[in-house]
């Protein structure tokens, strides 16, 4: 005879694999958003490097709770440095991306300035 803590423990095991499926999809989704994301800066993104960083969970405007997964890539401008980035999704849909990307050149002309 099956008893209840069976089927709690089927339920769950349940939900434990549905959740994976779910991180593995998103991840697919991160990973192409992040080579986007990087071809659209010039720069360099590094296959392999997409990762679960975290999960969060947000409410949204109708007080609903739902999960948010940030995932961690790597990309770089020069090919010899590696910075990061991260791509917030909820379900397979981008709500957050942030780059670290480099600073724009700087360049200093003191031939304006009066040398005493």
Known sequence: MIEFSDIILAALLFLLIYFLWKTAEARESAQL???KA?????MQFLDG???LKSISLKR?????IYLVRHFRF???NTGEDKREGIVSLVATRQVGLFMDLPE????SDDSHKNTL
């Open 74 to 76: 790597y990309f770089s």
């Open 60 to 64: 949204n405007s109708r007080k609903q």
């Open 49 to 51: 490097s997409v990762a």
């Open 33 to 35: 958003l992040a080579a």
């Open 104 to 107: 724009a050149p700087t360049y």
């Open 38 to 42: 990087c071809q659209n800066e010039n």
